[in-house]
């Protein structure tokens, strides 16, 4: 009897001995699941709850605005932009101005090129941290009073596009010639110059780090403008990306100052590169073929789109057979880069190291012989030369040169024989040696 009872009272102890650790992480954990889950529920509802409020503000701030345009004398509607504070936050007012044809479907940079006849009134309100939801957008037409405008006069629709050939808001666009005028880009990236003169005009872009496909800062055209006619005028136009390109040397083998490299995009003109130049002191350097060196340097707005690797078939063992030559047998093309407006991009171009020894017909070495080396002929590269240095006490002098066939030469000295060859192979790495003996 004694025993059954203690036994019990062991039982019951269990029994009230509480959770185990185990136990008590396991429902920690669910708590904090469902907590983590109700959290989110809440922050997506309030999230929501505020748009919802942006947008009715918006809505009526946009309202507000078109009344105010129906009302006032049609020569004073012109764009522009303001702010608005709605209970503590900056709502901002864009107001945009077009003229299209009467039944047109699309803007007028981007249809038929019928007559403008009525003037398209756009508003656009946006607020703070809108987190990818779209502004208020009110569009409205009005009809100019008879007699207001001209009808022996033509027009200009000009249309920014960015890297992405998407349009470009607000960026400024001057006319020049008969008529000379400024206007912004709407939010269909047009600007669209109505009722001019006939005759010849200048159209330009000047928007600070900003260029065009071919790096122009200014880039302009010229259009003619003719009678009942819309005359449309494109740019490709985005901020400047940079390019830093670092020249990597072999074995500690220096550089010679005056590498170039050659970029190459088929947006380039007139056949696919453009070569950069910089200094060999400047952290960023650069090679090709025509070898070249360059700090960092606007790039192309087209960009985004990948360029191919900065070197000719000797630099990297391959490019564009007709951009950049053939492929070197049996070597491979390093990947592409692409580049990113309003930001820098650095690229690496690695180069191989010769090591040349000058000896006279003794066979002793030639001190302070300064040594020169001349690309190899071929379709890409030919007769591309650089001082790669002077020889030291023993003759030897080093230097790291881009990919190919270099003739090896001493300035003011005569060959014993023949001028070597040095072949730098993109396959295999590792100093090249070379002697170049001279004459008496």
């Known amino acids: 009897m004694a025993r059954w009872v203690v036994d019990r009272t062991r039982a019951a102890a269990r029994r009230e001995g509480g959770f185990s650790l185990i136990e008590l992480v396991v429902a920690i954990t669910i708590f904090g699941v469902v907590m983590l889950g109700l959290a989110l529920t809440i922050g997506s509802g309030l999230a929501l709850t505020r748009t919802n409020r942006h947008r009715t503000v918006a809505a009526n701030l946009a309202a507000q605005e078109m009344d105010a345009i129906r009302s006032a004398e049609f020569a004073t509607i012109v764009p522009g932009t303001k702010t608005q504070d709605v209970e503590g936050i900056t709502y901002t007012i864009h107001r945009e101005t077009t003229w299209v044809a009467r039944d047109a479907t699309s803007g007028p940079c981007d249809g038929s090129g019928d007559t403008p006849e009525v003037l398209r009134v756009r508003v656009r309100v946006e607020w703070p941290n809108m987190r990818g939801v779209q502004p208020v957008v009110s569009d409205t037409t009005l009809t100019p009073p008879v007699g207001s405008y001209d009808p022996d006069t033509g027009h200009v629709g000009v249309k920014v596009l960015d890297a992405d050939a998407s349009p470009v808001f607000n960026v400024p666009v001057q006319l020049s010639g008969p008529s000379s005028s400024t206007l912004t880009t709407n939010s269909d990236g047009c600007a669209f110059f109505a009722f001019l003169p006939e005759g010849t ?143 820098t991009t650095s690229v690496s171009v690695p180069l191989r190291a010769l090591d040349v020894v000058v000896l006279d017909s003794l066979s002793l070495p030639v001190a302070g012989a300064t040594v020169r080396v001349v690309h190899g002929a071929d379709d890409a590269c030919s007769g591309e030369e650089h001082v790669v240095g002077t020889t030291d006490a023993t003759g030897h002098v080093r230097a790291s040169l881009p990919y190919g066939t270099w003739e090896v030469q001493v300035d003011g000295r005569v060959p014993a024989g023949a001028w070597p060859d040095a072949v730098l192979d993109p396959r295999t790495p590792g100093p090249v040696a070379v002697t170049a003996g001279v004459a008496p």
């Open 201 to 343: 005009y200048t159209v330009a872009l000047g928007t600070p780090g900003w260029v065009d496909r071919q790096s122009n800062a200014t880039p302009s055209q010229t259009v003619g403008v003719t009678i009942g006619n819309v005359s449309s005028v494109q740019f490709d136009y985005d901020r400047a990306a940079t390019l830093a390109v670092t020249l990597v040397g072999e074995a500690g083998a220096p550089i010679p100052a005056d590498l170039s490299v050659t970029v190459a995009n088929p947006q380039l003109v007139p056949n696919g590169t453009q070569e950069l130049h910089g200094h060999r002191d400047r952290p960023a350097r650069s090679a090709t073929c025509s070898p070249s060196s360059t700090a960092t340097r606007p790039g192309p707005a087209a960009a985004r789109t990948p360029i191919p690797r900065a070197r000719s078939s000797e630099l990297d063992g391959g490019g564009n057979p007709v951009v950049l030559g053939p492929y070197w047998p049996g070597a491979t093309r390093e990947p592409v880069f692409a580049v990113q407006s309003g930001s």
